[in-house]
């Protein structure tokens, strides 16, 4: 094994698999024409255009005067006063930040802050939409009431015009002669798009999903005006310099940008589809893209049976069922993460179809992925989280960039401790799903407290935490979360005779 560079010997981190080798070994994508070839192109080309979007996220989130920008603020404005919501845009901002574990408080629930919030979303654009599926997602980070309020947001996206998904199909493959019929009314609608079932001239059965019309535009415009926002509240705010609610824009401009091209969601869907066959977890199912009917703004894929797990009826769930399903949705999340460093970036309910003893995970806008000594990072995190030991945790934090160099790490670890220490004597060394939020969230405004930064990907893995304790919730709400999610590490790292704990675990593995 390797040693890092001016580690004093330490051993590197194992290096992640092949993803070429992964796409070509894998014969679920095999089974699609072209899928396999298709596969190996878009994920080098994949990589060059999430750079190219995270360059445009740094640029729209400088704050510039531009035409269109002076425009879409005049309008902004114009939504705040009829709405009667001055404090309107920023509330919205701290809230949002406040979601992904950002050093800012939420603004008080009892001035009518929260109403006012929710009146410019839904006066707002397509980016205001965004930030309040932020908060809605965020339980046991922000007070109950935010997260209440803003639950509209993942649920009541209106449906576009009768045809205007046809239309947009239309355009992108110059006809309709691939379907032999279209379901005209939506299977789900979100802000960025719509899904629809139908049928291929062969009889297969597919899902498609349309890009609303004018939306990249209208994200730009909103990004640009949100930069002006967090501009002018940085100079008059101590709160939101200290929380650098503008690195949050950024953030947030990155991972909705990314959203909004349905190639990279095609790309993220085929490699997961081979990341999960190769971990053996049949009972975990990722639909597999059609390459000839994906563009930019329309994806085609298979149809996976099941329903939101939201949605089961309790005999679904009850007793051991509901155990086991929990135990391999964890299983599916944790293993793709640490073996292949890869992992779904949007776990809420509707993106996880319960089908018997067998699951699928859909809509993969948003992915993760982490670099072999990210991984590494992640899993002393993950350990040192289940035993409550602080200064493995911000020693694993350092991996990612989160901690400035000149922060005080022993007064940073000295506070995380005694609020662990806290915490565990109040949940008597367990975490259930109703503790998992309220853990993760002081552990989040601690750190951040001492210098902590949230990089994209630790965002996407601790929502994911978050998501996985609202899945507990449903079907198997006794289930002890960290008992389950150390029981998966120990057995993943027996495997290959503990090779991979080896060059994960610092000390004995």
Do not use: W
């Given at each position: 094994m390797s040693t890092s560079p001016g580690s004093g010997g330490a051993p590197s981190p194992p290096p992640l698999p092949s993803r070429p080798a992964l796409l070509r070994g894998s014969a679920r994508l095999a089974a699609v024409d072209g899928l396999t070839a298709w596969s190996l192109e878009a994920q080098a080309s994949a990589e060059t255009r999430r750079a190219a979007l995270a360059r445009e996220a740094e640029r729209l989130s400088s704050p510039r005067l531009w035409p269109d920008t002076i425009g879409s603020l005049a309008t902004t404005t114009w939504r705040v006063a009829r709405a009667a919501a001055p404090d309107a845009p920023l509330a919205l901002l701290s809230a949002a930040a406040a979601a992904t574990g950002l050093p800012v408080a939420p603004p008080t629930t009892a001035d009518g802050t929260i109403e006012r919030a929710n009146r410019l979303v839904r006066a707002g654009g397509p980016a205001y939409v965004k930030l309040g599926q932020f908060i809605a997602s965020a339980g046991g980070l922000l007070p109950d009431e935010w997260v209440e309020a803003f639950a509209w947001c993942r649920d009541e996206a209106p449906p576009m015009p009768p045809g205007a998904a046809e239309e947009v199909v239309r355009r992108e493959l110059g006809d309709l002669d691939a379907f032999a019929s279209i379901d005209?009314?939506?299977?789900?609608?979100?802000?960025?798009?719509?899904?629809?079932?139908?049928?291929?001239?062969?009889?297969?059965?597919?899902?498609?999903?349309?890009?609303?019309?004018?939306?990249?535009?209208?994200?730009?415009?909103?990004?640009?005006?949100?930069?002006?926002?967090?501009?002018?509240?940085?100079?008059?705010?101590?709160?939101?310099?200290?929380?650098?609610?503008?690195?949050?824009?950024?953030?947030?401009?990155?991972?909705?940008?990314?959203?909004?091209?349905?190639?990279?969601?095609?790309?993220?869907?085929v490699e997961s589809v081979a990341v999960l066959e190769d971990l053996g977890a049949g009972d975990i199912r990722v639909p597999r893209p059609y390459p000839?009917?994906?563009?930019?703004?329309?994806?085609?894929?298979?149809?996976?049976?099941?329903?939101?797990?939201?949605?089961?009826?309790?005999?679904?769930?009850?007793?051991?069922?509901?155990?086991?399903?929990?135990?391999?949705?964890?299983?599916?999340?944790?293993?793709?993460?640490?073996?292949?460093?890869?992992?779904?970036?949007?776990?809420?309910?509707?993106?996880v179809l319960v089908d018997g003893d067998r699951f699928s995970m859909v809509d993969f806008g948003m992915c993760g992925r982490l670099d072999a000594a990210q991984r590494a990072g992640l899993v002393r995190f993950l350990l040192g989280f289940a035993a409550s030991d602080a200064r493995a945790q911000v020693e694993a934090m350092r991996t990612f960039g989160a901690i400035d160099g000149d922060a005080d790490v022993e007064a940073l670890v000295a506070s995380l401790q005694r609020d662990l220490s806290r915490l565990d004597a109040?949940?008597?060394?367990?975490?259930?799903?109703?503790?998992?939020?309220?853990?993760?969230?002081?552990?989040?405004?601690?750190?951040?407290?001492?210098?902590?930064?949230?990089?994209?990907?630790?965002?996407?893995?601790?929502?994911?935490?978050?998501?996985?304790?609202?899945?507990?919730?449903?079907?198997?709400?006794?289930?002890?979360?960290?008992?389950?999610?150390?029981g998966i590490l120990t057995d993943l790292f027996s495997r290959d005779g503990g090779t991979l704990a080896a060059g994960l675990v610092p000390g004995p593995a």
């Open positions: 005209p009314e939506p299977l789900a609608t979100g802000s960025i798009g719509q899904v629809h079932r139908a049928t291929l001239r062969d009889g297969t059965e597919v899902v498609f999903k349309v890009r609303r019309p004018g939306l990249r535009r209208a994200f730009r415009s909103d990004i640009e005006t949100l930069a002006l926002v967090c501009a002018a509240a940085d100079r008059v705010h101590q709160g939101v310099r200290a929380a650098n609610l503008p690195g949050f824009v950024t953030l947030f401009a990155q991972l909705t940008l990314e959203e909004l091209d349905f190639r990279l969601e095609a790309a993220n869907l000839a009917l994906t563009t930019e703004r329309l994806l085609v894929m298979e149809l996976l049976p099941g329903v939101s797990y939201a949605r089961l009826p309790a005999e679904a769930v009850a007793g051991a069922a509901g155990e086991r399903l929990f135990a391999a949705g964890v299983r599916g999340v944790l293993e793709a993460t640490i073996v292949h460093g890869l992992f779904h970036g949007d776990l809420h309910a509707g993106n109040r949940a008597d060394g367990q975490v259930t799903f109703d503790r998992l939020g309220e853990t993760l969230g002081r552990l989040l405004r601690t750190l951040a407290a001492g210098g902590f930064r949230m990089p994209k990907e630790l965002v996407l893995f601790f929502k994911n935490l978050l998501y996985l304790s609202g899945f507990a919730a449903s079907v198997a709400p006794d289930a002890d979360v960290l008992a389950v999610v150390t």
